[in-house]
């Protein structure tokens, strides 16, 4: 599988982006998927996922209600919809895909065997 994620930038506190991954090589809507980030000097973390055995969505506490994760199965492509973004949003945007990944509120990112390469938000005045 091949992960190609875009969108990212520079935007203002309380602005939108919009991130897009398109998969290859594979049908997207077949495995679990999700959104990852990385903080400058801090860990990766979970952003959101999607279960592949039931389509149920998870988000980290920090994301609900701003967060939005979909896919578009016709183009095999996800996006993360961001709005209200914060300062604190700034990182590193990473997509990602698992065939047997068990997407549940931890959103751990064991078991996702398919990265994008990053896409960085930046959310500053």
């Known amino acids: 599988v091949q992960l190609q994620a875009s969108g990212g930038g520079l935007v203002q506190p309380g602005g939108s982006l919009r991130l897009s991954c398109t998969a290859s090589?594979?049908?997207?809507?077949?495995?679990?998927i999700g959104w990852f980030r990385q903080a400058p000097g801090g860990e990766l973390k979970g952003v959101s996922c999607?279960?592949?055995?039931?389509?149920?969505?998870y988000y980290a506490d920090s994301m609900k209600d701003r967060f939005t994760l979909s896919r578009d199965n016709a183009t095999n492509t996800m996006y993360l919809q961001m709005n209200r973004l914060k300062p604190e949003d700034t990182a590193y945007y990473y997509c990602?895909?698992?065939?047997?990944?068990?997407?549940?509120?931890?959103?751990?990112?064991?078991?996702?065997?398919?990265w994008g390469k990053g896409t960085q938000v930046t959310v500053s005045s």
């Open positions: 990602a895909a698992g065939l047997y990944y068990y997407c549940d509120s931890d959103i751990s990112s064991h078991g996702m065997d398919s």
């Open positions: 090589g594979v049908t997207l809507a077949s495995y679990a």
């Open positions: 999607i279960s592949r055995r039931d389509g149920r969505t």
